[in-house]
DNA sequence: TTAATAGTAGACCAAGCGGTCTGTTTAAAC
DNA sequence: GTTTAAACAGACCGCTTGGTCTACTATTAA
């Protein structure tokens, strides 16, 4: 095989796998060799492509979580339909693939916020920019939806943005913890509760 | 001084030595020397006490968590005045202590329960017995303010309750991230929006 | 005063960690 | 085919971890 093939090849497996282990266990909780073992691979040919362990999460947030983030939770909200619609519908969907237990990509955000919080300023940069950039397009959506009439003008697009993340990562927190889908369903009918609030009044004019 | 007395103190430091560790650092990051030279303390001190680390921790939850969770979360919101107010009151002053940076035992439970998901069961059935106190009273005073005409009694009590709950933790842990002050009193701001769409509405009768 | 025991100190241990280093295999370049 | 460098293997190192063990000290009961 072509050696530059090869070499991405093996990063993209470590990564992959990196991913998985550092979401499950956590990432001070997952050693490299955990996730040598998972591959057949050895120390050798980790170092060899990666400086260190944190190089080597960086490089898994700068790769995979900022991409799955806006395949996620960011493009499924743009277009110029109803903005609320448009978001419900994306945390419906988000929240089922957690359901099933799969990556998901908001909540992997708050795990490691809450895991380096005070430890390791670099990485909580690299975090808090990912989740810049999940604010910033909701703030934008939210936005949109006021001038297309979808949502109500008097309303703080910024301080939506913030009530809605802390919320999606809360909800996800409390998922883990028992009745994921029970959970689920109850919040998203509390959501959809508050949009109503927030929404244009009908015809008032 | 007396024998027993003794003994209750020493372990009464190490518990709060070592829930402040625990909390800053993460269980699992937080070896128990740390907590030994904080208090200047040995190996042999702690062993005399306590079983092992995972015992260690387990009586932290049981008799810090538990009673700080009471006097911070539930007995404020007990009451027969407005259920959504008196919840309002408590979420400020509970966000308005993490803004300050000290203990806050509603965002500890949800940063050991994303630590110790999956890898310790017994832990997180002792996270869960909390957090279900926390909901039970939610749900009831939630109940209460229906009966007492403050909230529209269409509204699903369980589901207002995992609603809050989720947002408290997912905000707790935004506010770690960045602007703590400034997404305090946004979030507190949609909070009484989605207050104001669960209260009863008045004489329609 | 003495015997017994709770409390404490700290050397020690095996296991696991991130990271280094040397050697071997593999594949592209000539 | 030979050379060269990338890809990989795995022994090894220094350090930290949770936990044990033996010895010393302070306190209480007799």
């Known amino acids: 095989m072509d050696k530059n093939l090869k070499r991405m090849a093996t990063m993209q497996r470590l990564q992959v796998t990196g991913l998985e282990l550092f979401y499950r266990n956590g990432y001070y909780n997952t050693s490299i060799d955990d996730i040598l073992k998972e591959l057949s691979l050895s120390k050798g040919a980790f170092y060899h492509h990666f400086d260190s362990k944190e190089d080597f999460f960086v490089q898994i947030i700068q790769n995979l979580v900022v991409r799955k983030m806006y395949t996620m939770l960011i493009e499924p909200i743009e277009g110029h339909e109803n903005s609320l619609e448009l978001i419900t519908n994306c945390f419906e969907n988000a929240l089922e693939t957690a359901v099933h237990n799969e990556l998901d990509f908001g909540f992997i955000l708050g795990?490691?916020?809450?895991?380096?919080?005070?430890?390791?300023?670099?990485?909580?940069?690299?975090?808090?920019?990912?989740?810049?950039?999940?604010?910033?397009?909701?703030?934008?959506?939210?936005?949109?939806?006021?001038?297309?009439?979808?949502?109500?003008?008097?309303?703080?697009?910024?301080?939506?943005?913030?009530?809605?993340?802390?919320?999606?990562?809360?909800?996800?927190?409390?998922?883990?913890?028992?009745t994921p889908s029970a959970r689920k369903y109850r919040f998203m009918i509390q959501l959809r509760q508050y949009f109503k609030s927030i929404a244009a009044k009908k015809e008032i004019v």
Do not use: C
């Open 111 to 178: 795990n490691f916020i809450s895991e380096f919080n005070g430890k390791n300023p670099m990485i909580m940069k690299h975090l808090s920019d990912i989740l810049k950039i999940w604010e910033v397009n909701l703030v934008s959506v939210i936005q949109k939806g006021k001038f297309n009439g979808y949502i109500d003008r008097h309303v703080d697009s910024e301080g939506v943005a913030v009530f809605l993340i802390s919320s999606y990562m809360g909800i996800r927190t409390f998922m883990v913890e028992n």
